[in-house]
């Protein structure tokens, strides 16, 4: 149990276009999901929390209108890079805290590269 | 501002040998402690939880908690090169739906 999954797995897109992620939890439904982005070589960067039904919760430093989170049920959350360019190319991890639990499973990531 | 610090390495050890990798936090509150592997290019995959003091043993891998020294650890018995990959360690409140916070990994690799 307790698995997630991210669509796309990998993007490509020119500088100036929106790029939207998907995160679903497939067998468990979570009220509270997490975005990462990690840079190659570093740690992993908590960018916001996603509580459904509610507004996401950002990280300092992270801009809100740019990175638009949507939690729209106990099983999904979008993450939308809005107008993204190349210094926005990363990784992107979400991970999913299962109701009524503590541990964290994270999904597969989503690599965006942006020319 | 919380913190979990772990040595960078890399930890370098041989096949079959023991591979212990440490883990310091600062909030004495902290109450879930995890510990992730991640591969190269992969997204972090959990291997081991511990909330109590002690130890916790599954498979090759042990977990050691002591909330006094506010120390965490993973003890990786008859290391395999198929474990070289950084391990993230990363703890919380307790509290379902907060954030973990993640030390920055230690590498560790096995070699054959």
């Known amino acids: 149990g307790a698995v997630v999954s991210q669509h796309p797995s990998r993007v490509i897109c020119k500088s100036g276009t929106s790029v939207k992620i998907e995160c679903r939890s497939l067998d468990f439904q979570a009220t509270t999901m997490f975005w990462y982005r990690q840079f190659p070589k570093q740690s992993l960067m908590l960018m916001a929390t996603s509580n459904e039904g509610s507004k996401a919760t950002y990280e300092q430093g992270v801009e809100k209108d740019k990175f638009l989170i949507n939690h729209a049920s106990l099983t999904l959350s979008t993450l939308t890079v809005t107008s993204a360019h190349p210094e926005d190319s990363s990784f992107y991890i979400c991970?999913?805290?299962?109701?009524?639990?503590?541990?964290?499973?994270f999904g597969p990531g989503t690599r965006l590269l942006v020319l | 501002q919380k913190e979990v610090e772990q040595n960078s390495g890399p930890l370098s050890v041989p096949e079959g040998a023991i591979a212990s990798l440490n883990c310091t936090y600062s909030?004495?509150?902290?109450?879930?402690f995890f510990w992730y592997r991640q591969y190269s290019g992969k997204s972090p995959e959990l291997i081991m939880s511990?909330?109590?003091?002690g130890d916790k043993e599954d498979g090759r891998f042990t977990a050691q908690l002591n909330k006094a020294s506010q120390y965490v650890s993973l003890l990786i018995r008859d290391s395999q090169p198929s474990d070289s990959a950084t391990y993230l360690c990363a703890v919380n409140d307790g509290q379902a739906g907060t954030a973990l916070i993640f030390g920055k990994g230690t590498t560790l690799s096995v070699s054959s």
């Open positions: 991970s999913a805290d299962p109701t009524g639990r503590e541990t964290q499973y």
């Open positions: 511990i909330y109590s003091n």
């Open positions: 909030d004495r509150v902290s109450q879930s």
